[in-house]
């Protein structure tokens, strides 16, 4: 059974930072290109980043390419998700999750998600 669980979140200024952190359990972790992808309240989960398996490509939204960085320990079965320079329009529940194929962007596995809210 694939488990993805998330921490990490909490409240933060604007202009603060956050590390998000997931956990991976059964899933071959290094066969899977994972993603962080988040929902802000009455919008539709939208894509933030993603990496390989190898870590060789990532790919990130427009809205946080300079400040949000992923990156990820396939011996610790861990993805992470640093967020800096944080603005109020991050606020959402952040997700993690796993898909076989970073081009196709199969996401089938994901985590219950972890709260960030960015004060103003």
């Known amino acids: 059974q694939v488990q993805l669980v998330e921490s990490g979140g909490g409240l933060v200024q604007a202009g603060g930072s956050l590390r998000l952190s997931c956990a991976a359990s059964g899933l071959t972790f290094s066969n899977y290109a994972m993603g962080w992808f988040r929902q802000a309240p009455g919008k539709e989960r939208e894509f933030v980043t993603a990496i390989t398996w190898s870590s060789n490509n990532i790919a990130y939204a427009d809205s946080v390419k300079g400040r949000f960085a992923i990156s ?23 997700y993690c999750a796993a898909a076989r194929s970073f081009r196709r962007g199969d996401y089938d596995n994901w985590g219950q998600g972890t709260q960030v809210t960015v004060s103003s």
């Open 72 to 94: 990820r320990d396939n011996a610790e079965k861990k993805v992470y998700l640093q967020m800096n320079s944080l603005k109020p329009e991050d606020t959402a529940v952040y």
